[in-house]
């Protein structure tokens, strides 16, 4: 049976009549990448301020790393490392200097801690800019610089708060593909994020959080079948073969101005075989025909939109793997 990295049950936290997390479960398997997700202000980052020891619960049982997050806070920021959403390197010095910094932290010897420091530089291509200050360096080089400090420790659980807000699309690449070397060594992604796309690249499981309550947690394909929205969308520059189209395809929706039918439903291979035999047989012919499948996306704007889900329920979680 896998261990569990993080295990929390019945967390909570409030400030002032606020509730921010209204009893949230979370397990984590060791050596996963676990995605949270949810809008501004769902409390993605009080849970990683919480599981880090930043902030305290007013409820709940929390294990991280194995240790209590109540009676042994010690033993587990000695497991984890933190990158937030804000950077914390310092401008004014070099990004040697930030790293040698970290490794005094946490009690490295003056060796140790070089021999870390040039290690860690290397693997995040920053050899070549370590003497010059950090306030020069890009946003992805400072972003990389971070997760270098958060790593100085060795630290076989981390957590990644919104790790690639404000990132070009290289760097985000870049960062993704430096998580999944972790994730391959052996080391929890515990991951906060706003780009489904990410959760979708990146995460082993994914749990969407929304006014302090898990709506839904599940492999990405899972969540993904929780929503309807499949279609095949045909579009047509013919209005003639539109109309027809549209007689012989009563449960299609349209746009008589895109002259474009949303058929429902057909995006199995049996059905969009199907529906390709049916044209035929009609002599219909589509200018365009696309697939479209539910995405994370969907899955989000289902599970917090408040007209859909004014009050949102209990959602049934995917069996654990």
Excluded: C
């Excluded at 025909?289 to 959602?315: E, G, I, K, M, Y």
């Amino acid at each position: 049976m896998t261990s569990l990295a993080i295990a929390a049950n019945g967390l909570r936290k409030s400030y002032g009549d606020k509730v921010v997390l209204d009893g949230i479960d979370l397990a984590v398997p060791a050596g996963t990448v676990f995605a949270l997700l949810g809008p501004n202000g769902a409390g993605k980052t009080t849970a990683v301020k919480i599981l880090s020891t930043l902030v305290t619960a007013d409820a709940g049982d929390v294990r991280v790393g194995g240790h209590d997050l109540t009676t042994d806070p010690q033993a587990v920021r000695a497991a984890i490392g933190v990158t937030g959403q804000f950077s914390a390197v310092d401008g004014l010095i070099t990004g040697e200097e930030n790293m040698l910094l970290m490794a005094d932290l946490h009690h490295l010897t003056r060796s140790e801690g070089r021999r870390v420091t040039t290690e860690l530089l290397h693997r995040f291509d920053l050899a070549d800019a370590a003497a010059k200050p950090a306030s020069t360096y890009s946003g992805g080089m400072k972003r990389r610089l971070d997760l270098a400090m958060t790593l100085v420790g060795d630290p076989r659980i981390i957590f990644l708060d919104e790790p690639t807000t404000g990132l070009d699309p290289r760097s985000r690449h870049t960062t993704w593909q430096i998580v999944r070397d972790l994730v391959r060594d052996g080391v929890t992604v515990f991951l906060t994020t706003q780009y489904l796309e990410e959760a979708d690249q990146l995460a082993d499981r994914i749990a969407v959080l929304h006014d302090g309550r898990i709506a839904a947690e599940g492999t990405a394909a899972h969540l993904k079948r929780l929503v309807p929205g499949g279609h095949v969308r045909l579009r047509f520059t013919d209005p003639t073969a539109y109309r027809t189209a549209l007689t012989t395809l009563p449960d299609s929706t349209h746009d008589d101005d895109a002259l474009t039918l949303h058929v429902p439903g057909t995006t199995s291979q049996n059905d969009l075989r199907t529906l390709l035999d049916h044209l035929h047989t009609t002599g219909i012919h589509a200018d365009e025909l696309t697939v479209h499948t539910p995405d994370l996306d969907d899955v989000f704007f289902a599970l917090t939109d408040p007209t859909t889900h004014p009050d949102q329920p209990d959602r049934p979680k995917e069996n654990a793997r």
